[in-house]
T-cell receptor, first 112, second 116 residues
């Protein structure tokens, strides 16, 4: 069965510092990997995706993610965090036409 | 281009009633999926429709059903509502291109259902 793990319920970082939100996956075949962000009482906003090719993918709002096949990881990163980045972040995976499988989410808190 | 539109945004229903939620996908998107989000269970997949056919189904009881119309709009129905059905219901659409379904899904704002 396909699964996505986000080992941290919450990540705290000071504004201006780099941030990392961790994600590991377990899927059969070549995965499509995604990061989404959710603000309170809102839907999920697409941030970035990995399909194939370069292991470092860049997305919206200065976020990027690094695909590591050997470690089956797809960590979300940003060089300099903003208070406005505080939100709930979801990692997701799918293969082919299979359903999207989500991690449990990581709450990011950026302090001023 | 308009995003995924879900109506209504908020809904309060009584136990035992039924409810219908609506989702209009992004223009040109023919795949629509539904998810239930709760604090305890996170994001749970309900079902996916493509060209009016259900392609994937999650592990929900038969009280949860859906359908897709020829214009790709989708509805989700929950019958005999229970308190535990209170959740944010999210709809997502995906583009179907020449090579199949585009892998990323775009989400609507959700419908917040409260069962009392």
């Amino acid at each position: 069965a396909q699964s996505v793990a986000q080992p941290e319920d919450q990540v705290n970082v000071a504004e201006g510092n780099p941030l990392t939100v961790k994600c590991t996956y377990s899927v059969s075949g070549n995965p499509y990997l995604f990061w989404y962000v959710q603000y309170p009482n809102r839907g999920l906003q697409f941030l970035l995706k990995y399909i194939t090719g370069d292991n470092l993918v860049k997305g919206s709002y200065g976020f990027e993610a690094e695909f590591n096949k050997s470690q089956t990881s797809f960590h979300l990163k940003k060089p300099s965090a903003l208070v406005s980045d505080s939100a709930l972040y979801f990692c997701a995976a799918r293969t082919g036409f299979q359903k999207l499988v989500f991690g449990t989410g990581t709450r990011l808190l950026v302090s001023p | 281009k308009a995003g995924v539109t879900q109506t209504p945004r908020y809904l309060i229903k009584t136990r035992g009633q039924q409810v219908t939620l609506s989702c209009s996908p992004i223009s040109g998107h023919r795949s629509v999926s539904w998810y239930q989000q709760t604090p305890g269970q996170g994001l749970q997949f309900l079902f996916e429709y493509f060209s009016e056919t259900q392609r994937n189904k999650g592990n929900f009881p038969g009280r949860f059903s859906g359908r897709q119309f020829s214009n790709s709009r989708s509805e989700m129905n929950v019958s005999t509502l229970e308190l535990g059905d209170s959740a944010l219901y999210l709809c997502a659409s995906s583009l179907v291109g020449d090579r199949g379904i585009s892998p990323e899904a775009f989400f609507g704002q959700g419908t917040r259902l409260t069962v009392v």
